[in-house]
Structures are given as C-alpha cells and as structure tokens.
C-alpha cells in the first residue's frame, strides 16, 4: 500500500459556477465525487472526513449550493461535491441550467477514481435517486452507495434498511451482492467515518491515517 492520506489535512479549493471556474487536472490527485438529493448531507459528510465543522457549507435550505465544489486533501486526492438534485424551490430553468453544469464536470474527462451517491438510509430511493443511478450506470464510472443519517435510526432497522435498498439496486442493474458497495454512515454522530475514510484511500491505492 502507497501513501498515507490525513484527511485532517483537507481544504477547499475551488468553488465553481461553471466549467471554466474547475481547477487545472491533475492527474496525481484522483477525484472523488459526492453526489445525492440537496439534503442528504454532501457537505456535512465531506466535514467528518475533514475532522472540521466548518470547511464544507451546509444550507438549512435544501438546494442552496449549486456550484461544483471541489477540495484538496493531503496534497494526494480530491472530494468534489457536485450540485444536490431535487431541490423544489427553482425554477426548472435555473434546475437545468445546474444539471449542465454537473454533466460538463462528469463528462468532462477528469481523473474520476469513484463516484459517491448518498442516499438517505431512511427511506427507499426516489425518482430523482433512480436517475441519478441511471446516468452513473451509463457513464460506466464506478460508484458505490452511502446511506447517510443512520443515527436515526435502530440498529435493526438499518439493517433492515441496508438489505432492502441493496436488494433494490442490485434486482435493478443486474448486479451480483459484491459488484455494489455500501457504506452506512452518521456525519452528525461521526459513525462510519473512519472506516469510510479507509475506503476512499484504498481507491486510489492508499491509506488513511489513524488520526482519532
């Protein structure tokens, strides 16, 4: 195993309102998207990577940050959070016009290692998630599921709830149990996090730094 990440060491890098805002390839430094609905909690997951409260921002309204965020950890990856979908209260023009924006960034020929799609562990994927999950099949990146906000629930009932969505997606794509990955995490109460950070360091042929 190669290097060892410190996801402590994480800082923003760019924010982006279009294609020409991105920040020059590199293609040392993979990138790994965070992708899901604008409240599933993008940025208050990319915070417990982070070890911060403050370093992504989050919006008690649902929808807010719509730009291509992108931020820089340990000078050897980078988390890039793309625009949450699903947001209600745009108009379908301003909903497009951000929907280009994350196709131009996804189609766009940068060093992608995985896409992340967070989904809310208490409920069955939506429309909106279904489509999302259409469009990563299409692009043919690799991706895998966070359920997010797990604290909300028992311990059997995630459970219940882990079995029941990857039933869902696996029967849906054809997928063997092993080809889809599953993470279950609580940014709030800092659950899953280390383990997720081992994860997303392995992609790129790493390690994550024991640092709690």
Not at 99 to 121: E, F, M, Q, V
Request: include cysteine; charge should be positive; glycine fraction near 8%.
């Amino acid at each position: 195993m190669g290097k060892e990440i410190n996801f402590r060491l994480t800082e923003l890098l760019a924010t982006c309102g279009n294609e020409r805002q991105f920040p020059q390839t590199d293609h040392s430094k993979p990138e790994i998207v965070l992708a899901g609905k604008s409240n599933v909690g993008k940025s208050m997951l990319i915070n417990a990577l982070a070890g911060s409260k403050k370093l992504a921002y989050t919006s008690q309204t649902p929808g807010k940050t719509r730009l291509v965020n992108f931020f820089e950890t340990d000078q050897a990856l980078r988390l890039v959070d793309i625009p949450g979908y699903g947001y209600a209260r745009v108009t379908s023009g301003v909903r497009a016009e951000y929907s280009d924006l994350t196709d131009r960034y996804l189609t766009g020929g940068r060093p992608l290692a995985h896409i992340l799609l967070l989904l809310d562990s208490r409920h069955e994927p939506g429309e909106l998630d279904w489509q999302m999950m259409d469009w990563l099949q299409s692009l043919g990146h690799p991706w895998s599921v966070i359920l997010t906000k797990i604290d909300k629930l028992s311990r059997q009932k995630l459970r219940e709830q882990e079995r029941l969505i990857r039933s869902l997606i696996v029967s849906n794509y054809s997928l063997t149990e092993g080809e889809l990955t599953l993470h279950s995490v609580s940014a709030q109460k800092n659950i899953g996090i280390r383990e997720l950070r081992q994860f997303l360091a392995y992609l790129i042929g790493a390690r994550a730094k024991r640092t709690d």
